[in-house]
Structure formats: structure tokens, C-alpha cells
């Protein structure tokens, strides 16, 4: 059974930083890509960011490019999303995902928890 349970939002002010985390379990964490979507309220979800299963490659969204980082301890087993200068627009539900196939970006995202959330307000 894939589980992945996120942790770290909260509420912080516009400029303000957090580290978002997602511990993984039921599946080999090291062999599948990872990502980070996001949900505002009221909006669908959109892709944040993505590493590949060996770490070695990164992607952004546009808007997130400089403000966000995206990285993974293998060890374990669990993937981070460092979020900087934080604007009231990133306030939503933040899910971590795995991609479908082991060693691949092939397929689509799988998004097995239930999110955590980042409230950006003064």
C-alpha cells in the first residue's frame, strides 16, 4: 500500500519560509520521481515541482523558479519542499506525488495523502 504523509505547513507571513516534508512508504521511494502539486482554495491542482527518481534532475513551475527547492534524503525516505519569500498566492493544500512507473517520467502523478497546508497572511 503506497502511503505518503506530509508535514510542515502552517501559517506564515508574505516573505516568510517554510520547509515542507513528505514521508514515503510502500513503494521503493529511490526508483520513482517525485513531485509537489499544490490546491488553492477553490481552484484545481497545479504542478509545483518534480525531481527525477536519482535525484539529479529538478523542475519548476515558472512561478515557483528561485523561491522553491525541491530535494530528497533517501535514506530516508522522505522529500522536502524548501518554500521562500512566500506570497499570499502559494497559500493552498500542498500534496506530494509519485509518478506512475519506477524510473520514469511516463504515466501520471499519484497523489496518495492528504496535503498540508500553507496559509500566507499578514
Request: with cysteine; net charge negative; aromatic share 14%.
Amino acid at each position: 500500500e503506497v502511503l505518503l504523509v506530509e508535514s510542515g505547513g502552517g501559517l506564515v507571513q508574505p516573505g516568510g519560509s517554510l520547509r515542507l516534508s513528505c514521508t514515503a512508504s510502500g513503494f521503493t521511494f529511490d526508483d520513482y520521481a517525485m513531485s509537489w502539486v499544490r490546491q488553492a482554495p477553490g481552484k484545481g491542482l497545479e504542478w509545483v515541482s518534480s525531481i527525477s527518481w536519482n535525484g539529479g534532475t529538478t523542475y519548476y513551475a515558472e512561478s515557483m523558479k528561485g523561491r522553491f527547492t525541491i530535494s530528497v534524503d533517501n535514506a530516508k525516505h522522505t522529500l522536502y519542499l524548501q518554500v521562500n519569500s512566500l506570497k499570499a498566492e502559494d497559500t493552498a493544500v500542498y500534496y506530494c506525488a509519485k509518478y506512475l512507473y519506477a524510473s520514469s517520467w511516463w504515466g501520471y502523478l499519484e497523489i496518495w495523502g492528504q496535503g498540508t497546508l500553507v496559509t500566507v497572511s499578514s
